[in-house]
Structure formats: structure tokens, C-alpha cells
């Protein structure tokens, strides 16, 4: 067995970002860090002959300046939200956790976490956009976890509540962060805001232990979304990705039951539904280095450049878990991607 060092033994500072806040604030918390560094963040993210799995079991934090540009259109794997103006950005590349399914381990080269530190550029191209929105009568909706969670980061470096601090006086943008923490504690002291909606992903008891064993167990993924929902923040429940494992419908329909006893529907924005869907260079990225999961074995079609279930199946199942979900929200609540 191999002896890896404890997360974030090592933090790489890019020339010029020394300064700034979060750099300075992540080096406080990590006293014992040796802090290396380089003239440019993607000299040791990006280089080649790295091993993703091998780095995400001691993961190195990587402090850079990001340039242009700060902000992205949606794309067609980004969820839309019933507005034209709706965009992504980047402020932490990679995740603490490590999911089977996903498609991060096919994008990036390193396992490692990098956090960009300049937050007001990031802030200044929304501010930007803002003022140029393709329907102005619309907001603009960011999901800034994208590439991350967001969230699960919140104690290493508070990026989510700088979000939260940032959007709040902004009438006409929404964020969603999205995760699968269990750390709802780290944002309880901000006072809710209107334009931030909270999406947990959930999966079932079954499908966690197999597939998401480095995120937190489902019991504490619903803890923390009842304490934001009583707290007044606006909270959607992401069933994404749906996975056929075997008997997955009588697994689904008992996980519904199961959330929908502990969460009020009544109370939540709205649910979506969506399956396993991936880049089709990142799927054949991952299946080059021979991953363990059963999940990159299974018998998937190929639509416009997306690795995903075959249509007819999909939508079949897709519409038997709509109906049942529809028990318990209407029907108009819930959205099917992918």
C-alpha cells in the first residue's frame, strides 16, 4: 500500500498572486504546508503523464491568478433555467471529492485543486454582463460549481460566502451552487438571499456507497439541506445522474419515498432528473486509463459528441421517475435533463 501525504502538504503559489486575500488566508490555514512557487499555474496543473487517481488520494492546493475569460455561455451539459442568460464560470478547477461518474477526471490532467484568488475579476465580468444581457427583461443565472464543489471547499476557503456576499445586492443575477456537502454549517451564518439557490445532489443509499465514497453519505447531504431550508434559502434537489444499477427502480422509488419524508416538497424551488451524460473525449480519456468502475463498461449511445443512455431508455425511465416524484410536487417542479 502506498503512504501518501495529508491533503494540501504542499501548496503551489503562481507569481503575482501572492498578495491577495485568499491566498493569504489559505496559507494561514495550512501552517505546515511547504509553499512552492511557480511562474504559472498551468506548468504543474496542465503537464502531461500525470495520474488523476493517484493525485486525488493527497491532493495538492494550487493558488493562481486567472485571465480572461471569467465567464462562459452555458453549455449544452450546463442546465438551463427557463432564461436565455445563462452562464458558467471557473473559480476553483476540480473537486475534493471523486465521484465514479464524474467528468472531471476526464478534463483535467491533475487531481489537484486549483482555487483562482482573484475573485474581483470574476466579479467585475458578471458586473459587465450585467449591463449587456441578450434579454435584459431576464436574469442572468450563474452556476459557479461547475467544475467543483464549491461548497465542499467552504472551510478551506470561503469562496461560496464571497459569492453569497457579492450576488446579494444584485437584482437581476441568481447563482447556484451546487454540491453534495454536507457543510450547509459553513454558510449558516449568512443571512439567506433570495438569488442564491442551494442544489444538492442526491443519490441513493446504494448507489453513494458505490459510486460517491469520497462524498458525504446521503443522511448528511438531507441534514444539511433541512437546516438550509429552514433558514429560508431557496434549495433544488438535483436526482442526477440517475444510474441503472440492478432493481434501480424499486432503489429509486424507495430513495424517493425516503427524501421526500424527510425534505417538504412543498418547500423546495424545484427537482430535476438526468442520467448518465458525458464528453465523448472525456469518457474515452477515462477509458484509456482503465478505470475500475463498471460504469464506463456499460452499453452507452453515442448523440452529438455526448456518451449517454440510449434514447428510448432514458426516456422511458426518465418519465417513470417524473410520475412518481409528481406524488409528491407538481408536475411543472420537475426537470428532466439529459
Known amino acids: 500500500m502506498k503512504n501518501f501525504q495529508p491533503n494540501f502538504s504542499h501548496i503551489y503559489v503562481e507569481k503575482g498572486s501572492e498578495d491577495y486575500f485568499l491566498t493569504q488566508l489559505a496559507l494561514s490555514k495550512f501552517h505546515n504546508a511547504e509553499?512552492?512557487?511557480?511562474?504559472?499555474?498551468?506548468?504543474?496543473?496542465?503537464?502531461?503523464r500525470q495520474d488523476f487517481q493517484t493525485q486525488k488520494s493527497s491532493m495538492k492546493l494550487i493558488l493562481a491568478k486567472k485571465s480572461k475569460p471569467f465567464l462562459y455561455p452555458a453549455s449544452e451539459l450546463v442546465q438551463e433555467f427557463g432564461t436565455p442568460n445563462v452562464y458558467y464560470n471557473t473559480p476553483i478547477l476540480n473537486c475534493l471529492y471523486n465521484c465514479d461518474y464524474c467528468f472531471l477526471q476526464g478534463m483535467y490532467n491533475s487531481g489537484n485543486l486549483v482555487v483562482f484568488v482573484n475573485e474581483i475579476d470574476f466579479f467585475n465580468s458578471i458586473e459587465l454582463e450585467l449591463e449587456n444581457l441578450r434579454e435584459p427583461s431576464k436574469p442572468m443565472v450563474v452556476s459557479i460549481s461547475y467544475n467543483?464543489?464549491?461548497?465542499?471547499?467552504?472551510?478551506?476557503?470561503?469562496?461560496?460566502s464571497r459569492w453569497i456576499n457579492?450576488?446579494?445586492?444584485?437584482?437581476?443575477?441568481?447563482?447556484?451552487?451546487?454540491?453534495?456537502?454536507?457543510?450547509?454549517?459553513?454558510?449558516?451564518?449568512?443571512?439567506?438571499t433570495?438569488?442564491?439557490?442551494?442544489?444538492?445532489?442526491?443519490?441513493?443509499?446504494?448507489?453513494?456507497?458505490?459510486?460517491?465514497?469520497?462524498?458525504?453519505?446521503?443522511?448528511?447531504?438531507?441534514?444539511?439541506?433541512?437546516?438550509?431550508?429552514?433558514?429560508?434559502?431557496?434549495?433544488?434537489?438535483?436526482?442526477?445522474?440517475i444510474l441503472f444499477v440492478d432493481e434501480w427502480q424499486q432503489i429509486y422509488q424507495n430513495f424517493f419515498t425516503y427524501i421526500f419524508s424527510e425534505i417538504n416538497a412543498s418547500e423546495l424551488s424545484d427537482v430535476t432528473l438526468g442520467v448518465f451524460r458525458m464528453n465523448k473525449d472525456f469518457f474515452n480519456r477515462i477509458r484509456k486509463r482503465e478505470p475500475k468502475s463498471d460504469l464506463f463498461y456499460d452499453p452507452y449511445a453515442f448523440e452529438d459528441g455526448i456518451?449517454?443512455?440510449p434514447k428510448e431508455e432514458r426516456e422511458t425511465a426518465l418519465k417513470l421517475l417524473?410520475?412518481?416524484?409528481?406524488?409528491?410536487?407538481?408536475?411543472?417542479?420537475?426537470?428532466?435533463?439529459?
Open 35 to 48: 509553499v512552492v512557487e511557480v511562474d504559472h499555474y498551468k506548468d504543474f496543473f496542465n503537464r502531461p
Open 148 to 160: 467543483t464543489d464549491i461548497m465542499a471547499t467552504e472551510k478551506i476557503i470561503p469562496v461560496s
Open 166 to 192: 457579492f450576488v446579494r445586492t444584485k437584482e437581476n443575477l441568481k447563482i447556484e451552487i451546487r454540491t453534495k456537502s454536507g457543510l450547509f454549517s459553513s454558510l449558516s451564518h449568512l443571512p439567506y
Open 194 to 241: 433570495h438569488n442564491v439557490i442551494l442544489s444538492w445532489t442526491l443519490s441513493p443509499k446504494k448507489i453513494c456507497e458505490k459510486y460517491e465514497t469520497t462524498a458525504p453519505p446521503l443522511h448528511s447531504r438531507v441534514a444539511s439541506i433541512k437546516s438550509a431550508m429552514e433558514a429560508g434559502w431557496k434549495v433544488r434537489l438535483c436526482f442526477d445522474p
Open 307 to 309: 456518451i449517454t443512455i
Open 322 to 338: 417524473k410520475n412518481y416524484i409528481s406524488k409528491y410536487l407538481p408536475i411543472d417542479q420537475i426537470f428532466i435533463w439529459g
